[in-house]
């Protein structure tokens, strides 16, 4: 495997007003780097959404008892056919596999995020790090731009 072509790394307080920087930081790396390797606007932009879900997650759920300025950390790493984000949090440990996927047609309060995450990338794995932090992992391939527009994955 080569290793990573492109790193960056953020840390913000946990506040949904810094959504807006999170998702600029993020989007200024993929112009940067990104578009030169094969990326398609969508994916860019699914991506970004999917980071979006990932930050107000831990904001909402992870760090709702927790001050303000407790931080998010994120990461973004770029290989030649693969992207990475790793979104760190405080929140006590959870399991995301006992949310449960809402029923097509139903309406259901939360698991919406899970569902959308999953949609929109090529995995997301939820871990428990050594230092007591949560850490979502967020991954999407490089793919045939034909094969991508034609699905959500």
Request: hydrophobic share 40%; with cysteine.
């Amino acid at each position: 495997m080569l290793g990573t072509m492109q790193q960056d790394h953020l840390k913000v307080k946990s506040e949904l007003k810094l959504l807006n920087q999170v998702q600029q930081w993020f989007e200024d790396f993929c112009l940067k780097h990104l578009f030169q390797l094969g990326w398609s606007e969508t994916q860019l932009y699914r991506l970004n959404l999917a980071l979006a879900e990932g930050f107000t997650n831990a904001v909402r759920h992870a760090h709702h008892t927790l001050p303000p300025d407790t931080t998010i950390e994120i990461a973004v790493s770029l290989w030649i056919d693969k992207l990475e984000i790793r979104i760190w949090d405080y929140g006590k440990p959870f399991n995301p596999d006992a949310i449960a996927e809402p029923a097509p047609g139903t309406l259901q309060v939360g698991g919406y995020g899970w569902f959308l995450l999953r949609r929109l990338t090529d995995s997301v794995v939820y871990e428990r790090s050594d230092d007591g932090r949560n850490c979502l992992v967020i991954l999407k391939y490089l793919k045939d731009p034909l094969e991508t527009s034609s699905n959500l994955r």
